[in-house]
């Protein structure tokens, strides 16, 4: 069954581009879709972590499911091995990489087998190989994907977000577009080489990618689900390391350099009250 749906998955990938060229359907102009599920990340809020284990069950759904279609140009095999994301040893990137054939023109053959300083390699030649095999589509690049995607909210819930840290909003886009998938609302009509989703641009509409994700798609070690739910959940948090792998270090830094700031404007009060502590006001 898990192969069935393998093949049935990837058949449909190579026909679609994911969260591209989308277009409200016919009769979806009043559709109001559900509200967009709000994950609790491991890595949201001020003091949030990449979680390694989610991450590297993210990046095997890119790998063996997304890669096939996406490219991530901006993503080096050598990433996997950065502290605070997946964390593979230096061993097991070195044999990822020396897994895939690198177009190499200054090679004696034109091609060679990759090394940790590799790009991640894009699955089309050219933009017209990827528009020929996806409806005329290009599928999107994952690099910065999760950083340009967002999810709408209504006021005055969006006012919070500015108090409590609130930056998970394109991870949490990648999945409720992911499990969002469903039959068309009645009265909506759906183009050919289109399929509906709840949680396209927000409130329901039509996008060029076919659901990508099904129930025991992909063969997880451990004891994770391997359920659609999870699979999105994994692979739009790698997508959120993807675009921002230094966020752990970065919320690390910002914290030292407030409690600095509060330190040190309690030592320059001090100060003050000390210099001015025998003249009269």
């Known amino acids: 069954m898990k192969k069935l749906n393998s093949i049935i998955g990837a058949a449909l990938i190579a026909a679609s581009g994911l969260m591209a060229g989308g277009a409200y359907a016919a009769g979806a102009g009043d559709y109001k879709g559900p509200e967009a599920k709000l994950i609790d990340w491991t890595f949201g809020g001020v003091f949030g972590t990449y979680d390694k ?43 990822l990489a020396a897994s895939y054939t690198i177009q190499d023109p200054e090679h004696i053959d034109g091609e060679r087998s990759g090394v940790p300083a590799d790009k991640w390699p894009n699955p089309f030649e050219s933009d017209q190989d990827a528009k020929d095999a996806n409806g005329g589509v290009i599928p999107p690049d994952f690099s910065v994907l999760a950083k340009a995607r967002n999810v709408p909210q209504k006021f005055p819930n969006w006012i919070g977000n500015y108090f409590t840290a609130y930056q998970e909003g394109g991870a949490d886009y990648i999945y409720n577009l992911l499990v969002g998938y469903n039959e068309p609302p009645e009265g909506v009509e759906v183009g050919p080489g289109t399929y509906w989703n709840d949680h396209f641009h927000g409130s329901g509409g039509t996008l060029a990618m076919a659901q990508p994700i099904y129930d025991e798609m992909v063969d997880y070690e451990g004891a994770a689900p391997e359920t659609v739910d999870q699979y999105a959940k994994d692979v739009a948090a790698f997508m959120m390391w993807l675009a921002e792998p230094d966020m752990t270090s970065r919320k690390q830094l910002g914290f030292n350099v407030l409690l600095f700031l ?4 309690g030592m320059m009060y001090m100060v003050k009250r000390k210099l001015w502590s025998n003249v009269d006001h």
Request: glycine letters at 8%; a negative charge; one cysteine or more.
């Open 53 to 95: 284990a989610q991450l590297q069950r993210g990046f095997q759904v890119f790998q063996e499911v997304c890669s096939s279609c996406h490219g991530a140009e901006l993503f080096s095999f050598r990433m996997l091995e950065k502290e605070g994301g997946p964390e593979y040893s230096e061993e097991q990137v070195k044999a």
């Open 262 to 265: 509060f330190l040190f404007a």
